[in-house]
């Protein structure tokens, strides 16, 4: 076999750039939603820098809002076109619909369903009455921790250090917005605190026992494939397109 012939073996079989796009889009869309949320928690707040107005402050979270949107647009887009994952136009939008990895992939269904829902709200924001539009919008803050189990449990990068950093900071960034805001808003967060305080304890608290049993345990790739992942197997099996998964010990090498 030539070196050239062995080059064209290896790149077909490896991952395509659609695999690699559609991992750095959704790694991108967490970002930016968390982003969005942080900025939309501290403009409740009536929070404001000395040298920007609050316009500014407002007009910086609709921007992050529509960059969320392209990215993830961007995400789902390839994620369709990659062969390797095998998820249709539905399996997008319809939770537990998908073939690949259902649960975890249908949670990304929600947190889009949820998003698309702020987003056609606010298109029509002055025929549905603020009062509607308000409640509506508090689904984008219900999607962040969804989007969040999501990229944790179909992503394949999980299980390395900057990713698990990554959910880190975006996991603090939410939370030191979210204590801000109660801490400042003081008695008037009466209404929202019974809510607010246990999500913030709760949140961490799933989603370190999910890590810790889940995507960071061996055979996590073939519980995920399930649609309720069951106890964690004993072997573990490659987790990227195209790497051929290791004989038994009883197995005889080829010839």
């Avoid at 709200?121 to 999501?150: C, D, N």
């Avoid at 967060?189 to 799933?206: C, D, F, K, Q």
């Avoid at 049993?213 to 519980?223: D, E, I, K, N």
């Avoid at 995920?224 to 038994?248: I, N, V």
Wanted: aromatic share 10%; net charge positive; proline share 7%.
């Amino acid at each position: 076999m030539t070196t050239a012939h062995s080059a064209v073996v290896l790149a077909s079989s490896g991952p395509s750039p659609l695999w690699y796009a559609t991992r750095a889009a959704g790694t991108v869309s967490l970002v930016l939603l968390t982003l969005t949320v942080v900025v939309g928690v501290l403009s409740a707040g009536r929070y404001a820098p000395r040298n920007i107005g609050r316009f500014e402050v407002s007009a910086l979270h609709r921007n992050l809002s529509l960059m969320t949107l392209v990215f993830l647009a961007l995400h789902i887009v390839t994620a369709i076109a990659d062969t390797f994952t095998h998820i249709g136009w539905t399996a997008a939008v319809v939770p537990l619909t998908s073939s690949y990895r259902p649960l975890w992939v249908g949670l990304g269904a929600v947190a889009v369903d949820l998003l698309l829902a702020v987003a056609i709200t606010s298109a029509f924001r002055q025929r549905i009455g603020q009062r509607t539009w308000k409640a509506v919008h508090w689904a984008a803050y219900a999607s962040w921790p969804v989007a969040l189990f999501h990229a944790a449990g179909t992503g394949t990068d999980t299980r390395l250090t900057p990713q698990l950093v990554l959910y880190a900071a975006c996991l603090a960034a939410v939370l030191g917005a979210v204590w801000w805001r109660l801490v400042r808003a003081g008695r008037r967060s009466r209404r929202i605190r019974w809510w607010a305080v246990p999500a913030t304890g709760i949140v961490p608290a799933l989603l370190a026992v999910f890590l810790a049993t889940g995507p960071l345990q061996p055979g996590w790739s073939h519980r995920a494939a399930a649609t309720f992942p069951s106890a964690p197997a004993a072997t573990s099996t490659a987790t990227t397109p195209g790497a051929a998964a290791a004989p038994p010990p009883s197995a005889s090498p080829a010839p």
